[in-house]
């Protein structure tokens, strides 16, 4: 028969359980709660990464777009461009084909040239203020890049690989190559010339 003693005696012991039932169901959720943060800490810097590769993505994708808007706004016309430089190359043909100015030439003759280097400059600006630019490569060193050789010849005024005359110049287009000049570049002197086509020539040979 259960005294009251007894009674009194089980009572601490069933509070202490339910005290450790409690802290082991707190540190359970605790231990669940820290990992779920961790999971969503997680999920949050995978998305946040993500979205940074995205917005550079999309970024250069702007970049890139508005670059070729731009060159297309800008070469659109290239061939167009190309034509007119034909026919301001026709002009100055014509211009060089006039008599070389004299003392007391003919009236007629001076008006026509005047009026052919009036035109040719006002062409000439035309074409700059829409990009469109010419170089003289007379003189300069030849490159593969804006000259075309026409022809090579053996010179005692111009160094080897020189421009020593350009039929035509060179002609670009917001920078970028229109048509390259049409040159003839220099071979160096004649003996210098003669030496280069026999490399087997022995030195003070007779």
């Known amino acids: 028969m259960t005294t009251e003693q007894d009674l009194h005696n089980e009572q601490p012991q069933t509070?202490?359980?339910e005290v450790h039932?409690?802290?082991?169901?707190?540190?359970?959720?605790?231990?669940?709660?820290?990992t779920r943060i961790q999971e969503l800490e997680g999920q949050l810097a995978e998305m946040r990464d993500k979205w940074m590769r995205s917005e550079a993505e999309m970024?250069?994708?702007?970049?890139?777009?508005k670059r070729e808007v731009e060159d297309a706004r800008q070469y659109a016309?290239?061939?167009?461009?190309?034509?007119?430089?034909?026919?301001?190359?026709?002009?100055?043909?014509?211009?060089?084909?006039?008599?070389?100015?004299?003392?007391?030439?003919?009236?007629?003759?001076a008006k026509l040239r005047e009026g052919f280097e009036s035109t040719e400059r006002s062409f000439l600006g035309i074409l700059e203020?829409?990009?469109?630019?010419?170089?003289?490569?007379?003189?300069?060193?030849f490159d593969a890049n804006q000259h075309?050789?026409?022809?090579?010849?053996?010179?005692?005024?111009?160094?080897?690989?020189?421009?020593?005359?350009a039929w035509t110049p060179t002609w670009t287009l917001h920078g970028r190559l229109l048509k390259p000049a049409m040159v003839v570049v220099s071979k160096?002197?004649?003996?210098?010339?003669?030496?280069?086509?026999s490399p087997n020539a022995t030195p003070g040979a007779a």
């Open 15 to 17: 509070a202490e359980g």
């Open 21 to 34: 039932d409690a802290a082991s169901n707190s540190d359970d959720t605790m231990q669940a709660a820290t």
């Open 59 to 65: 970024q250069n994708l702007r970049t890139r777009t």
């Open 77 to 109: 016309v290239q061939k167009f461009a190309r034509d007119v430089v034909e026919a301001a190359e026709n002009l100055q043909r014509g211009l060089a084909s006039l008599p070389a100015k004299t003392e007391g030439e003919e009236g007629l003759i």
């Open 129 to 141: 203020r829409n990009g469109v630019s010419c170089q003289h490569p007379t003189g300069q060193p």
């Open 148 to 165: 075309q050789a026409m022809a090579e010849q053996p010179s005692d005024q111009h160094a080897p690989g020189t421009v020593m005359q």
């Open 188 to 197: 160096g002197t004649p003996e210098a010339s003669a030496a280069s086509a």
